[in-house]
Structure formats: structure tokens, C-alpha cells
């Protein structure tokens, strides 16, 4: 590649919202790199230029460079617009080079350009990603064209699209992504190089958009949105959870490993009840658009067609679905195609704290389950 290696590190605080932010950002390498150069006579001449990412959100390039020689010259464009959000990564890379040389023995002129992506991120849960956008590749020389590339941890390819003959590659992909770290990359670059005899180079260009999205998301929240809670007892904001019990929180309902039909090693995990009789259970709907409605000292998130998973027992205010011998959880729930499921906790409270009912609930958790 044109690019010198970029050493540049940014730790994001941890993302914890399961419904706004998917990928937390561990490090990006964003740079253009421009030269030029020319030879006449005995003097040579040469210009360099090398522009790198500030920050991690939006990074906008566009910038020439020259070297002009009485013989020949270079001219070398970078071009970068790519911006880093919590759900997305976008680049558009467009680099370009010309040169010309007069006819002389000694004549000569080249340039050369190259933008490069490199965005190192975790995923906390399973996500589905979506990649669209394009490569355009032109030369009159065999060299290696534009990339973008993803790659696991172990260093495995997820997937690896490059453009190495004349045209547009159009860039569609899709899947599934468990938790953990993952590295995108994007290159593409120009060169041109011209002698008395003759000229070679070639030109590339990416452009695309990588989006994930999360399979598991909280909502119906006890803490005043939606539907109030029955008695105003309302757990804190942020905490997305449900109404608050007579500990004085609300029981948070949230999950871990894989919705897939075929692989299934989803968890329901239970926390901040009562101890007690827990009942975890799956529906197909949210109640009231997601915001719920009373039922007893809480609400009710999940509706349509109902499925008792399992009955727990809570210690130290926890438990979770499946333990030990249960069935998974697309057994037990009859799962058997993709799609949309929501889950919730119903919990004994029988302290005298707000309705005579004697129970509360978590907050809802949706799940979209894969193949």
C-alpha cells in the first residue's frame, strides 16, 4: 500500500444501551497519503503530502499536490469523506494521480495517491450487519485494486470484496455477528507514471456503508416513559428496566449468546428482583407500541401468543433461562422460523408496597431471531 503505517488509538466509554449503540470503538487508522514527483536534467523534485483522521467521528479530505519540473510533472489528489457512529461506519475513498513528461531522455514524472480505512470495534451482543456501496477499478497495468474487508479476532475473514479488473464491483453483503472484536478495513489508490516512451497507472475507488444492528432490544421501561407505572413507583431513568419493586429498583431483563434456530445458545438473565418465584415467558407482539400497560405493581410488555418458558427461583434477586437441564429457548418456545420474539420476567413481591396483587415485571426484551 501507499500509506505509512498509522499508529493512532481512541478508547470510547463502554456502550451499554442495547437499543441505540452496537459497536464500541477500540481504534481507528484513517489517512490519505499524496506524492508527486519529477525528473529533468539533474535535479529531481518531489512533493509529499500526508493528511490523518483527528478524531473518531467525521473526516473530510480533499486536497492537491504538485511537483512541476522543466521536463516532466506529477500531480496527485486525495479524497476521503468517512464518518464513525455508534451503528455505522461509512468511507468514500477516491484518490487520483496524472503526470506527463516532455520528450527527453531524461524526462520524467509520476504521482501517486492513496486513501485507507482501518476501524477496530467490539461488539457486547450479536448483531446483524449489512454492507452496500461499490469498487471502481481502471488500468492499464496488473496490479492489485481497491478492498474492504472484514476480519474476526483470530484474524478469520468474514467477508473480503476487491476489484481487481477494469469497472464497478457493486458491494452487497449481509449476515450475523457474534460478540466480539472485529477489524474493517478499505483501501484503494491511483498511480501514474510517465516517461519519454510512454505512460502507465492506474486508478481506484471505494464508497460504501457498513450498518449493524442488534438482535436484542430492551424496552418498556418503568421509569416514566410510556406507560406510567401503577403506583409512581418508577425506577431510574437510564437504568431501562421496570417498574421499581419494594427493594426500590426495577428487575432488568437482559440476554446473552446466539438467537440462531439452528445453533441456539440464548440466555435470559434475570436481575435486580425480589427472591422468589420468577416466571419467564415469550410472546410474539408488544403491548400498547412497546410502552406497555398496567399489571400489578408493573407492566405487561409482552402479548400475542404466549409461551410459559420456565419457572425459576430468584437468589439474591436473580435467575435465568435456561439453567441446567431446561430446553433452549427456541424449543421451549416453539421457534421455528426467523423473526421477531419478546420475552419478559413476571416475579412474586408479596411485600405490602404498592398494588394487593403481590407482583411486579421486568422491563420487555425483543429478540430477532435468525436461521
Sequence with gaps: MLLRTIALTVTLASISSTAAA????????????????????STPIENTLTVTAPDDGE????????????????????????????????????PNASSSAAWDTQAFGSASSGSEMGVVFDLAQPVTYTLT?????????????????????????????GQNSNGTLTLQSSGVLAPGRYTFTAHAASVASSVMVGFWGYVSSFDFEFVVEPLFTNYCFGDGTGTACPCGNS??????????????????????GMPSIANDTLVLQGTQMTNGSALYFQGTQQVNGGNGAVFGDGKRCASGAIARLGTKTNAAGASQYPDGADQSVSLRGAVGA????????????????????GFNLTNGLAVEWQP
Excluded at 62 to 82: C, E, F, V, Y
Aim: net charge positive; with cysteine.
Design 235 to 256: 425506577s431510574p431513568a437510564g437504568a431501562e428496566a421496570g417498574c421499581a419493586n419494594s427493594l426500590g429498583q426495577g428487575g432488568a431483563l437482559r440476554a446473552t
Design 59 to 94: 473526516f473530510l479530505v480533499d486536497q492537491t499536490i504538485q511537483a512541476m519540473g522543466p521536463l516532466g510533472s506529477g500531480t496527485s489528489t486525495g479524497r476521503q469523506h468517512s464518518r464513525l457512529l455508534p451503528d455505522r461506519i461509512f468511507g468514500s475513498g477516491h
Design 133 to 161: 456501496g461499490a469498487l471502481q477499478f481502471y488500468t492499464n497495468i496488473g496490479v492489485s485494486g481497491p478492498a474492504v474487508a472484514l476480519l474476526d479476532a483470530f484474524g478469520t475473514t468474514i467477508f473480503l470484496h
Design 338 to 357: 426467523p423473526g421477531t420474539r419478546t420475552y419478559q420476567v413476571w416475579y412474586r413481591n408479596v411485600a405490602s408496597f404498592c398494588t394487593a396483587d
Design 22 to 41: 452496537q459497536m464500541s470503538l477500540v481504534r481507528h487508522d484513517r489517512a490519505v497519503e499524496m506524492r508527486a514527483s519529477t525528473y529533468g536534467g
